[in-house]
């Protein structure tokens, strides 16, 4: 039976990489982006792999609408097998003005929107009885941060607790629940066909990894489709940080 995975953000970026490789590996697909152009252009990319692909816009925070994409999606595409929380918003503000709106606003897109969305795909892998994988998007963000960026590290530590959280709750279901923490991860070259820009980095950009480049949304891509997998079955609660080695270098002077 062809396998369904649900995405949310996955009008560009990342998201868009994620559904493109899910189409190849012959899932069903469904999108879900507040951007309406964004999601029709990624559909469209994904033809060629699939005729299993449906978008719906909606804002991950509106808890009616995202029952709606769930139910949409099981009912054209024949269940819910994957839901990948991707959607987010990135937000830098001077901590001393930053206000409880600005802060809520990014907890209710990064955070809260996770949690309904895995809710209801929970729900309705449960009905289908066939278990599931909920890969939430998280950030090294979670665990260092750049200067006033608190709402968004703080949406991102709860995407981690929120993992190992609903992993312990739905393991009975046979739903595994993981995280993924990117680093930095170029995703502009990906953006809608109209605003691509070439990217160039310097050195230091370079150096700060390891492995010598910079992230690619497809370096992303990969793992969402390894922890769908049945090879990854006895994965659940994890945060795997993808950063080509970032977060654990030492900083040095050469
Ligand atoms: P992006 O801005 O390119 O794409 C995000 C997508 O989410 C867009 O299509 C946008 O329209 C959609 N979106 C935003 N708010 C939404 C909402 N309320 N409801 C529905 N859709 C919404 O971002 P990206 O760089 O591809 O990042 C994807 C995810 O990865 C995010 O959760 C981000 O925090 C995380 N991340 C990215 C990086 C990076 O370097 N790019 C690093 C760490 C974590």
Known sequence: MRKIAAITGGGQGIGRAIALAF??????????????DAGLETVELLRPYT???????????NEEEVRHWIERTA???????????????????????LTAEQFQRVISVNLSGAFLCSQAAARMMKLNGRGGSIINMA????????PNTEAYSASKG???????????????????????????????EWQLSSRKEIVVHSE???KQHPVGRVGKPEDIASA?????????????????TIDGGMSIKMIYEE
């Open 51 to 61: 005729d299993d692909a449906m978008f719906m816009k909606l804002d991950v925070s």
């Open 75 to 97: 009912t054209e595409l024949g269940g819910i097998d994957v839901l990948v929380n991707n959607a987010g918003i990135f937000h830098i503000a001077d901590v001393l003005e």
């Open 158 to 188: 709860g995407i981690a607790a929120l993992t190992h959280a609903m992993a312990v709750s739905l393991g009975g279901y046979g739903i595994r629940v993981n995280a993924i923490s990117p680093g930095w991860i170029e995703v502009r």
């Open 139 to 146: 950030s090294t963000r979670a665990f260092m941060s750049e």
């Open 23 to 36: 189409a190849q590996e012959g899932y069903g697909v469904s999108i879900a982006d507040i951007d309406m």
């Open 224 to 240: 969402c489709l390894y922890l769908s997998s049945e090879k990854a079955g006895f994965i659940t609660g994890q945060n795997l």
């Open 204 to 206: 230091t950009d370079l």
